[in-house]
Structures are given as C-alpha cells and as structure tokens.
C-alpha cells in the first residue's frame, strides 16, 4: 500500500478501566430479537408469491363478502368501489392472460435494466472505481472523514461499488493515518447505506422507484406519471446532510469511544487490497479524458433540451435545440418539460457508457465493441434474482389493482387517518418510522417498495400529498436503518472486513458502532424533510408537487 501513515490523529488515549458493558449487552439482545424475528421470514421472491397468493384469496373473500366503500374523487359521488375477485370466472381469465404482460409491463424492470446497462461499462472499465479513490485519497487528512462519507453517498449511483470498494478502502485509510479503522469502516458504512437514498447524481435507485411509486399512484389516477428525478431537489440536500451528520457523529461519538487503536487486535493475515492504491498517471489522464465527454455531452444535453433548462437559449443557434421540449406551446408547469423528464434513463445509460469506453480506452482496460458488450452481459448476469423478485412483485402489484384492494384499503385508511386528525403533514412522522421498522425486516429498497407503496401511496394521496413527496418520505426511512440491520444484503461482508482489523469482533460491536448514526440521521432527516417540504414550500424535484388533487 503506498499510503503513508506519517500524519496521524491526536486520539484520546482509552480508558484502562473495563468498558462497561450495559448499552452493548442491549444492543446485543436487541439484535438478536431483530436477528431472529427477520429469520422467521422467509426469502424475498418467497414472500412476493405468498403476498400475490394471499391477494387472490383474499380478493375472493372480500367480494364474497360484498367488502365496497365510496369513491371519493370529485365527480363520483354515489359511486362505489367494490373489490373484483380472482378466482371468479373472469378474474381466472384475466389472471391466466396477464402473467406476461404483467411482468413484461413492469415499469422499474425495464428502466433499472436499461441503466444498469450503463453504469456497468463504467464499473468495469474501472472509471467509478478510480473516481471514487482519487476523491478519497487527494483529500487532506483533516476531511479525511468528510470526503469518506461523502464518497460513500454518492456510490450508490454505481448499486453496491460502495460496499466492495469504499468501505474496505475506508478502514485502509483511517489505519494507515494513524486513526481507528473501525472508525473509518462506520463513516462509510454510515455514507454507502445510511445514505443510501441521497446523491447528487441520478442513480438506478431513483427509475427503480419512480417506477414503483407510479404504479402505485395509478391505482388511484391511472394518468398519473412520476420521473426519475422526482426526488432529486431534495436527495441533493439530502447528501449534505447526511455527510454532516455522519461527520459530527464520526468525530464526536464514535473516534473518542473506540480510542486509540491496537495493532494487537488486528487478524494475522490482514493484508491491504492491491487495487487500493493511489491513481497513476493513465488513470488521471482516463479521468480526464472520461470528465472532457462528461461535458461534451451535458453541452449536448442542453442543446437537446431547449428552454426546458435555464440559460439554453444561448445555443439557439444549434441546429436540433429544444427537440426535448414539449412541442406544444400552451404546456405549463412539468408538461413543458416532460419529455426531457421521460428521457433520464436515456441519459443516465448515455452519460456512463461513453465515458466508461473513453477511460477504459485509455488505461487499457477496454480495446473495442466486445468490450463493452462483455461489461453489459456482466452487468445483466448479477440481475439474475432481482429478474426473478421483479416476476413476483409484478404480479402482486397486477393483483392489486385489479382486485381494487388498493382503491378500497387507500379509502379506509384515509378515513382513518382523518379520524385520527392525520390528513396534515403529522401524518409522515408514523409513516416514515413503519418504513424504518419494516426495513429492518426486509433490507431490499426496491422489494420494500413494492410491498407498501400499493398501500401506501393511494392512501396518502387520497388526503392531498403527492406521490413524489410521499416517494421521499419513503427513502428516509428506508435509509436510516439500513446500518443497523442483518438482514441488510451486505451486512455479512461489512463484519467480515472488519474482522480483519479486529479479529473478535461481533455483530454486537458492529450495532452499537453504527447505532448512533441511525438515531441521527432519523432525527436530523425527518426534520430536513418538514423544514423543505412544508416550512420553506420547496419542490423535492423538477415539477414535482407537493400536493395532490383527486382528478375530477
């Protein structure tokens, strides 16, 4: 490793007395329960075709039972929603004809794949890699922990990079400045999952659930669209945020705790990865090559999109300006723009592609077509089991809005939340604590997603929010407690890494390193998200509204 360990932290020394133990112990018996609670569930794609199995029986007994409520759209006073059974005669018809176009109409199938795509040409050709360690690296020691969490955040954009490069990378660092590597494994892990929804790019998280999120609200406005970059106003705050929390905490609560690090405690074959190096000078010049597309094409990009984007109109001389404009002069609001809004995944498949080529070109790691062909087939081939979880969640999703059970459950629990005196703004504080509980359970974004947002989104727009704001409620809590949960998919690699450094540590030691920073972000988020939404009247992204109005 060609890291040098001269510039070296002034930690406190530990304390010589035993640490008390009572918070650990907790925390311990705490995870067991979480442990063995989400033990009990059985395997995500298992749990979708149970829920879409349940949809058709419960269907059946719904409209057995003559279950209607009243439509509460403007417009339709009298009329009533009744629940459509599966196992009747039509409903067997529809559900045989429709397992395929189900699946294949699945709106975040394609979009992720399409992305994915992408950013697969840049993750092999090894440009996120290099981008992510000279960020971390060229930072001077004192941002050390700020450059480490911010990198952490935005690595999402490349799906689980974070994870295999910048956590590992993270506690190299720490170590050889003389800091706790323990330290540097919470700040990235903090960053990488705590921050999982935030970026200041557009990722594949943010089609996948836009995607899902419309899916959803069409059950209530069969119109209705959500973009990709519906949340990206606020995920861009959100990144600043969660860098400063996860900083503060780093700093304040978890450096002084862990003290001083003994070499003594380190695994016998702890050995620094090969790739975790310095950039050389092909890698800056591939960068550099990669960031000169980067602009080309965003230069293109403004071309493309005309007026939608402030200050075009100084190209308006190019020939092909604004083709990405509505072409309809009375549009207002998020119609002007909305084909450039339906062209993000287009982009986000351009913009890693021909970047990726351009610094693969150049350090050697990609030579012509099969090249890029080979990263995309690799890129499809670890979509394998999301492929197969997407099937069943289609077909759950399908089975909800055909039975109306979402309609009927979205009704109920408006009314139920006015009788509570929910229909204000309170009514995000429980909405985002059952997604953080829920997360525990079940660590994936898109299948969580899935599962709620058919519950979730009609309800919330049925008393006046809209489906954007409601998405980026969602992605709080999602989020937050991403770090202290085994079910989280890399949670296993994480223990694993560090075991290296601190060769008897257990999950135990890993919750309550990673527990404060959830307790932060929790707080700090959700306050963020009243302050921008309903304080300050912020959009959370381009034409996305705040409120919702049931269509007349």
Known sequence: MAISPTIRYPLPMPDSSPEPKPKSSFIARFLTFVEWLGNLLPHPVTLFALFALAIVIISAITAALGVAVEDPRPGAEGAMITTNSLLAPDGIRWLFQNIVPNFAGFVPLGTVLVALLGVGVAEKSGLLTAVIRGLILAAPPQMVTLVVVFAGVVSNTASEMGYVVIIPLAMVIFHSLGRHPLAGMAAAFAGVSGGYSANILIGTVDPLLA????????????AYEVSPIANWYFMIASTFLVTLVCWFITAKIIEPRLGKYDESEADESLEPPADMTP????????????????LLLTLALIVLAGPSIPGAALFESIPGWGVLQNPDPTAEGPNAFRPLLRSVVTFIFIFFVIPGFIYGKVVGTMKNDKDIINAMDGAMRSMGLYIVLVFFAAQFVAFFNYTNLGQVLAVVGADALVAMNLDNPIVFIPFIFMCCFVNLMLGSASAQWAATAPIFVPMLMTIGYSPEVIQAAYRIGDSTTNTVTPMMSYFGLILAVAARYK?????????????????????????????????????VGPGSPTTYTLPT
């Open 279 to 294: 950039l050389t000078r092909l890698e800056k010049k591939g960068i550099l090559y990669a960031l000169t597309s980067v």
């Open 211 to 222: 995607g899902i999120t419309e899916e959803a609200a069409q059950l209530i406005d069969p």
């Open 503 to 539: 060769k008897d540590i257990g999950i135990g030691t890993m919750i309550a390193t990673m527990l404060p920073y959830c307790i932060a972000m929790i707080i700090c988020w959700i306050a963020f998200f009243y302050l921008w939404v309903f304080a300050l009247g912020l959009p």
